[in-house]
């Protein structure tokens, strides 16, 4: 008899999954958490245009390292939240993780827009960038796990377009700096609010699923379901979350396990995908865009206008295609389109280019460089390895990863100008290319397309069986 039951029971799962969920009762759950990705944009860019008025008021004027420490500090904090950031969505779940990603953001982002000493401002960056190291591994976990397999790829796009209008709304919040004394303060002063609004919002959103059944609250995990996917959902999520997560150790991922073993394909997999994303050289492009244009002779303001355009429209492109042609295709023409612009960007540099030649072409390698970078390279890590990753390692082979991401963003942003000055455009940006063309390659060899999938098929697809 319990043979037939869960015949029967499996049976009626399946024809209920014939249908979709609708994506809408998972939308609003999904909006909330990106704005942790807006954040992430903003303080990405909020330095860009006001450092120069930073640097002059606070006493650092002409210093390049310590301009780049105003950055790359940010990136540091980054690291160390990003390094707690799977075992706090583990411990306390994936909503509070979002709520202590604010919480930094709030009192770093005061403390920037109050001080007037360099240390200060250097301690706020550190305190906002321990924020955003949270926030990136708490947002890919949670879209990946409440969302419906169908439009899974449609909602992580989302996360990289809140990244791109938090760093155009940074970019054009930063237009009137260098006309109104003391406006880089309310630049600052600005992302308090979504910070506060992702802090209250999340206590009414939707706990991940996955991670109660994880913690062994059955019925909270449905309860969670029911409003995600809608009740006719229900059974069948349950049984294909029961199918490879049986409780066993569940809540004992050592270490050891994420560097060699049956899980280090999947985080060697993750980890180079973010070191080459990293090693592209689109952050020097976002945090130093102002001084690159201004040195071609473009005014910055209307070039980081177009930078943030190019940036957005791409993202709202792999949007539509994420779930059509699939994350491996988009990764491959993404870093194939970088590479070709950053062979623009050299020759641009070329002394054999004259003036005008070289102006569009540096101008349009650099948007075309944003614009393919924002087609797969940019969205795509952050959504496809929460896919790859077990459920059992998922949060903490993710915070390993997104440590790779932030040792090398910090570098890039520490020594990006210093390399210009010692290496020249022409060899650096033919190094970011050779990047992209390796990427390619990587890609091509090691992932695999996860569309339409669900989290436990592609995980029997990835780990060897024991």
């Known amino acids: 008899m319990d043979v037939e039951e869960n015949s029967a029971f499996s049976q009626d799962s399946m ?223 349950m049984v294909e979350l029961a199918k490879l997560d049986r409780g066993d150790d569940a809540d004992t991922v050592k270490l050891s396990e994420l560097f060699y073993g049956r899980h280090f394909r999947v985080v060697y997999i993750g980890s180079t995908l973010f070191a080459l994303q990293q090693l592209s050289g689109i952050n020097a492009v976002f945090y130093f865009s102002s001084s690159v244009f201004k040195s071609a002779g473009v005014p910055s303001d209307v070039a980081n206008a177009f930078i943030g355009v190019a940036n957005l429209s791409g993202s709202i492109i792999a949007m539509l295609l994420m779930d059509k042609l699939g994350r491996k295709m988009l990764l491959l023409w993404s870093f194939f389109g970088m590479a070709i612009s950053m062979l623009v960007q050299v020759a641009a540099a070329n002394t054999f280019v004259s003036g005008s030649a070289s102006l569009y072409l540096s101008v349009g390698g650099m948007l075309m460089f944003v614009l393919t970078f924002a087609l797969g390279a940019g969205p795509v890590p952050s959504l496809l390895l929460p896919e790859i990753f077990p459920s059992r390692i998922r949060a903490k082979a993710m915070a390993i990863c997104m440590s790779v991401h932030w040792v090398i963003n910090f570098f890039v942003g520490l020594l990006f100008l210093r390399l210009l000055e010692q290496l020249g455009p022409q060899l650096l940006y033919s190094m970011f290319a050779s990047v992209c063309m390796m990427a390619v390659v990587f890609v091509k060899k090691n992932v695999i397309e996860t569309k339409g999938k669900s989290l436990q098929e592609i995980e029997v697809a990835l780990l060897p069986q024991e």
């Open 15 to 237: 024809d209920v999954e014939t249908t979709n969920p609708s994506m809408w009762l998972s939308f609003p759950h999904v909006v909330v958490g990106t704005l942790s990705s807006f954040l992430f944009g903003y303080h990405l860019g909020v330095v860009n245009e006001p450092l120069e008025s930073i640097s002059l008021d606070l006493g650092f004027s002409g210093n390049t390292l310590a301009e780049g420490l105003v950055v790359s500090t940010c990136l540091g904090g980054a690291l160390i939240g990003s390094l707690f950031s799977g075992w706090i969505a583990d411990g306390v779940g994936r909503r509070r993780a979002f709520q202590l990603c604010a919480l930094p953001m709030i009192i770093g982002a005061s403390s920037s827009a109050t001080t007037k000493t360099l240390a200060g401002m250097l301690i706020g960056r550190f305190l906002v960038g321990t924020g955003m190291g949270i926030g990136p591994s708490a947002v890919a976990l949670y879209v990946t796990e409440v969302s419906p397999a169908s439009v899974r790829g449609t909602y992580g796009s989302f996360i990289q377009i809140a990244t791109c209008l938090g760093l155009m709304v940074a970019l054009f919040i930063g237009i009137p700096v260098k006309e109104i004394a003391g406006w880089w303060r309310i630049c600052f002063w600005v992302s308090t609010i979504p910070a506060g609004f992702l802090a209250v919002a999340m206590m009414f959103c939707a706990e991940s699923p996955h991670w109660l059944y994880k913690q062994g609250r059955i019925a909270e995990a449905e309860a969670e379901f029911e409003r995600l996917l809608g009740g006719s959902h229900v059974k069948y999520a």
